[in-house]
Structure formats: C-alpha cells, structure tokens
C-alpha cells in the first residue's frame, strides 16, 4: 500500500513534468498567486503580446488555456501553428491536425485507455469534439483543442492560462528571467527547469502529510493483523510451548522463537509486497489516464522498516504471554 501510494505520486509528478519540458520552453509565465503544479487561474491574453513585444531575447512565445475536467484530467486551448512552431510539432500516430473548431486532438496514452480513434466523437464541456488527430505522448497534456474555440465554453473570453516562451539563446535564461520579474512583478514566472522541480510530493498541498498518515496506518494494520495471527498461534501452539518449557527452555528461549518467526514472515510479506507494485504499476498505467505509477527503490528499506516494526510490536504480548505459560497447564491445554 505504501509503495504503491508513493509511486502513484511521484510517478504522476514526474510525468506531468516531462510532459511540461516537452513544450520546448525556456520559460514560463504564470497568473499572479497561481499554483503553477496545478495549472489554476488565468490571465489576460493581452500579457502575451506584452512579453512579444517589450522583453528583450525572446525568440517566440505561445499561450496555453487549462480546463480541468476533474482530478489530473483537463484540455488544453492551444494555437496549434505556434504551439508547434516552439514545441517542434507533434509526431502524428494516427490522423492529422485541427481541420475544425470542434477538432480535438488526443495523446497516444488517452487513445490506448479510452480506446480512442480518429473521428471518435467525445463529449466534454456540453460541446461535441471529434478526434481528428491521435500523437505520440510528452507535450504538455493529453488533450488539445483550438484555444478560440476553449474561451467562450470555458467563459474564459480574453483570458490565458500560461505563456510559454523559448529564447533567442539560453545564455539570456536568467537575464529574461530577471527582466519579466522586474515589468511583472505580481506574476508566477520560472525556468523550464524550476518548473520541474516544482513537481515534487511536497508541492502538492496535503499530499505529503496524506503519505505520513498511510504509514501510520500501514504501521498500525500491521500491528493488527500480526497480534491477531501470532496470539492465535500462540493458543494453537500451547501443548508444544508446554513440551519446551518441560525440556527447559527458557521464557527468553520461547519469545526468541515467535519474534523470529514474526521477522521472516515480514521481511517474506515485504518482498511480496514489492513484487505487488509492478503489477499494481501495469494496472494503473494501463486503465488509468491521468495517472502514472513507477517503481520507487529507494522506498524499499523504508517500507520494509514499517513492516518489521508494525509486526514486531503486534508479535510482543503474544510472545510474551507465550513466554509466560506455566509448563504444566500448557501441557494439559486442550
């Protein structure tokens, strides 16, 4: 459950991150007070033919306009000759580009979950889209439609939700940076690459405070399950403690056997568990759009730690109620 939980996060992050530096972007501009790890709030287009016009070294710049439809789910508005022109166009798979205002385009990844193919009708925002292109996956989102078309159902009219630029070289990154700070200072403005690290579960409001609580809990259904079954063992295994006590082993001696017992079955659990996630993994990044699970080594002590700790501690009162058993009412236990 832990590691599933923290690759489904990071995983998630880190795709949505590669998919940002798959603009081809130097940087990004971003409403003022705007939670750039969630695309929320908008602008005033009139900020793109600003940054055009009065920032210096600035070779092309494009907008954006996010939707969200729900969870990681949203469409994005683009101007797709200048989107193209900066992101060095999409790889078509299947179909072509906008023919329409009502055109849409999809990633390979939404096409392979929804089962989605070229002039498929998919109904989002009460409009009627036809799929006219699917492309190879890694360029910002999983669904485009024309930005003019986005505006008015979004009753986003005149507005945009990021401003992507690209330099005349990346020598001038700092100096632009600087300069866009300086003549917008309420606005969120970043790097490509500070972007990037922007995705991160600590980001995430509440996501790594949820992470703390579900090893807390992990810990704590451990301690359950392993008091359970061990103090159940313990009663199904009262004749043969007695056996041992009478060939004096020590109460020392027995809870030394049951907390052994207890470790390897843990340590069993926890390789198991590991073997789990590559199939949650597959399920996940199969059935599910918007998210992405990976493989989190560096997590494995950590998981295995909580494993040990929460079936130890559970293991402890049985085994000592094991150890404690009178030698001659265990052997008459029946």
Known sequence: MVLTLVGLS?????EMANRSKGVGADIIVRPPGSVAISFSGNMSEGILAFVRKEIPHV???TATLVEPLGAFDSMTGINLQEFSALSGGFKYLAGGPFSGPDDMLVDEVYARTHKTSVNDKIDLKGREWRVSGIVESGKLARMFVPIDTLRPISANTGKISSVYIKLDSPANDQTTINTLREKLPRYEVY???QMMSLFAPENVPLLA?????????G????FLVVFLSMYTAVLERTREIG?????GASPGYILNILLRETAVLSVVGTVIGIIFTY??????NTF???????????WWPIAAAISLIGSLVGALYPGLKAAQQDAIEALAYD
């Open 10 to 14: 990071r995983g998630t992050l880190q």
């Open 59 to 61: 070779g092309m710049a």
């Open 191 to 193: 790097s490509i690459d």
């Open 209 to 217: 405070q949820f992470i703390k609580v579900v090893e807390g809990l």
């Open 219 to 222: 810990v704590f259904i451990g």
């Open 243 to 247: 056996v041992l006590k009478a060939l």
């Open 279 to 284: 199939g949650s993994r597959w399920l996940i």
């Open 288 to 298: 599910v759009t918007s998210m992405t699970q990976v493989i989190v080594p560096d």
